[in-house]
């Protein structure tokens, strides 16, 4: 059992690796060859390359920024971001490393990877990233940056992160426009980064700003529902529920979460009870503590 446990994960840091230098050659092989910025923490860190012309490249101030982050949040909020997140960042720091020397793939004039048409390039980008990040969502991983930020401003303040995420990286892609070398244009080229990796990552993971329903049928249901609280920090339902094959009755968890806790919440589901049967479905509406804002579109009068 425990041999299994351990080529387990192996094989998932395994993966976690590939999908970290995946994200890493849309940035390296294909954005900032090209003088390219977009939205997230890489958008920000290749901006800031940009400004200091090349003093400080865009892996270390990644890196940098990441950790600064993660000290943060740890001390405003207590997050235990898991090592398979650190790992993510470190190894996608090296993978940006060693790509930045491999001119041979990078999409120049002249090498293997070059596409004459200057529009494909954010697009290629954005695909790469979005598979990158999407594989590292899917094994339980992060890549950090803008994520941090969501969730600091999502615990203080009553807005989604779906909001938080919008903002910050409309922002970061204005960013390029102080740049004296950079126009409107440049900008463009990153919001269609941009769009391009909002859509892929709905195909690989479903997307980060959807929310999933999930009921969860287990003999070990009050140690999963205090998981989902001490641990997630969301809220769990107990629906009494009666099989009618056997016509016994049964306690029914339903928990409603966001995409980027769904990985962490299977994989502690599987950790209690290996028997445990789940539903999960896609939910795009979910409104209340935690989530989106309720919207009617109409005021309602106050009694006088």
Not at 50 to 73: D, F, K, M, P, R
Not at 129 to 139: H, K, P, S
Not at 146 to 152: G, K, N, P, Q, S
């Amino acid at each position: 059992m425990e041999k299994s446990k351990i080529l387990t994960v192996i094989k998932d840091y395994l993966i976690l690796s590939l999908a970290s230098i995946i994200f890493a050659a849309g940035w390296e092989c294909f954005m900032i060859p090209n003088g390219m910025s977009a939205g997230g923490m890489m958008g920000l860190c290749t901006i800031i390359q940009y400004a200091t012309g090349g003093l400080i490249e865009a892996q270390y101030s990644y890196i940098a920024i990441n950790a600064l982050l993660i000290v943060i949040a740890v001390l405003a909020m207590g997050i235990g971001f898991g090592f398979r997140t650190i790992y993510c960042i470190l190894f996608s720091t090296v993978a940006m490393e060693f790509l930045q020397g491999c001119t041979a793939i990078q999409c120049l004039p002249g090498e293997f990877l070059y596409v004459k048409e200057t529009l494909l390039i954010p697009i290629i980008a954005g695909v790469l990233e979005a598979v990158g990040i999407g594989i590292v969502l899917r094994y339980g991983g992060s890549t950090g940056g803008t994520d941090i930020i969501a969730l600091m401003v999502n615990k203080y303040w009553p807005i989604s992160l779906s909001k938080v995420f919008l903002v910050t990286d409309l922002l970061i892609c204005a960013l390029l426009l102080f740049l004296p070398e950079k126009n409107f244009s440049d900008m463009c080229y990153g919001l269609v980064e941009l769009v391009v990796f909002s859509m892929m990552i709905d195909t690989v993971v479903g997307g980060k700003r959807n929310s999933y329903q999930v009921f969860v049928f287990s003999e070990k249901y009050s140690l999963i529902a205090d998981h989902i609280i001490e641990v997630l920090g969301r809220g769990a339902t107990i629906l009494k529920a009666q099989g009618w094959y056997t016509k016994n009755e049964k306690n029914v968890i339903m928990i409603l979460i966001g995409q980027k806790e769904l990985p962490a919440l299977t994989a502690a589901i599987k950790e209690i009870d290996p028997r445990a049967f789940m539903s999960i479905s896609p939910t795009n509406n979910v409104y209340g503590e935690g989530f989106d804002e309720i919207k009617t579109g109409v005021k309602l009068r106050k009694n006088k």
